[in-house]
């Protein structure tokens, strides 16, 4: 199994020491896997930045000015939580690159799977301003670079990161070329994401949301993955999976007050690989989002790794909670309802 590893050391130049989104993420994420011997099996790509029109397929003109603007200024806050500074646009472009690079090496038969490591991540970004820590939208940018260049009529986007990818969902809330799933503590930020949100217009159905209570984990995971998630990609049929993929749903994480461990994030990544298997000649990209617990994080994204390139292999140096799980029977109950699932 081949898997493209998209990466770049310069993303640390986007950097607010005191920041939860900050450069010993990545850092972090590379020592571990060069140090386990993973990264040198990987086939590493180097990002390019996406263009001012590639960014305008998602974002706005006016968005966009006021990203050139930052560079000539000595820092800005967008909001309460995203910082941009002088160098913030140059960084973001690389970020949105890997995800496009890795969206390329699949289609161009490169590699079999991808893992993009990159940041700031961008499933918060909206289409005229960054939030939540986000720039610029980078699987949405992904998923329009798929869709342009290699005419791609199904793209399914799986968001499994804590937080509701409110960017995402917006950008494509009307559009059946896309299947957007999010599995997302709520209530939480972005306090978006209800069950009720399922498209409008044609994309009506094409916007799952699997809106969990706090405490989730292990064992309601696999359920929402076997009653739902299973059945709606299955029905869609995506010819190819961008994963918006982050590690803030662990129980250990800060931002959050989930129960997942990296035991059941594994079982997660597998569930996607065989989605991926099943229905799309194996395409499928992992792009990274959020986690901000350094040892989740980085053996969350080393156990993607070993997952990708076919290993029986499971990193897990913080074990389970003792948290008790709140039922969801009359959540997944609506929620096959709305979307007209068995």
Do not use: F
């Given at each position: 199994m081949t898997t493209a590893y998209v990466t770049d050391t310069r993303y640390a130049e986007h950097n607010l020491p005191g920041h939860a989104e900050y450069a010993g993420r990545l850092l972090a994420i590379h020592e571990l896997l060069d140090q386990r011997g993973v990264?040198?099996?990987?086939?590493?790509l180097k990002p390019e930045s996406v263009s001012d029109q590639q960014i305008l397929t998602v974002h706005t003109d006016e968005?966009?000015?006021l990203l050139h603007w930052s560079e000539t200024q000595k820092g800005l806050m967008l909001g309460q939580d995203t910082y941009v500074l002088p160098v913030s646009l140059e960084i973001a472009r690389l970020s949105a690159g890997a995800a496009v690079r890795a969206v390329d090496a699949l289609m161009l038969a490169e590699a079999d799977n991808a893992l993009a490591v990159s940041r700031p991540p961008g499933h918060h970004a909206v289409s005229d301003t960054g939030m939540g820590f986000c720039?610029?939208?980078?699987?949405?940018?992904?998923?329009?670079?798929?869709r342009d260049k290699y005419n791609l009529q199904r793209?399914?986007?799986m968001d499994i990161d804590v937080h509701h990818g409110n960017?995402?969902?917006?950008i494509f809330y009307e559009d059946p070329g896309v299947l957007f799933i999010s599995t997302h503590q709520h209530p939480w930020y972005p306090f978006t994401?209800?069950?009720?949100q399922i498209g409008r217009g044609d994309g009506q159905g094409y916007n799952i949301n699997i809106p969990l209570p706090a405490g989730v984990g292990d064992l309601a995971y696999r359920r929402v993955y076997?009653?739902?998630?299973?059945?709606?990609?299955?029905?869609?049929r995506p010819e190819l999976i961008l994963v918006s993929a982050g590690f803030d749903a662990h129980w250990a994480d800060p931002l959050s007050q989930m129960g997942l461990t990296l035991g059941g994030y594994d079982y997660i990544v597998h569930e996607l690989l065989k989605m991926a298997a099943e229905l799309c000649k194996g395409r499928i990209a992992f792009v990274l989002e959020?986690?901000?617990?350094?040892?989740?994080?980085?053996h969350g994204v080393l156990n993607v790794a070993h997952a990708l390139l076919g290993d029986d292999e499971l990193s897990d140096p913080l074990g389970a909670t003792t948290r008790k799980e709140p039922n969801i029977d009359d959540l997944l109950r609506h929620i096959k309802q709305l979307h007209t699932l068995a």
């Open positions: 990264s040198e099996r990987m086939v590493r968005y966009l000015e720039l610029l939208a980078n699987v949405s940018l992904a998923a329009m670079h798929a793209i399914m986007i960017g995402t969902q917006d994401g209800i069950a009720s076997q009653e739902v998630i299973w059945q709606a990609a299955r029905r869609y959020g986690g901000y617990n350094l040892t989740s994080l980085s």
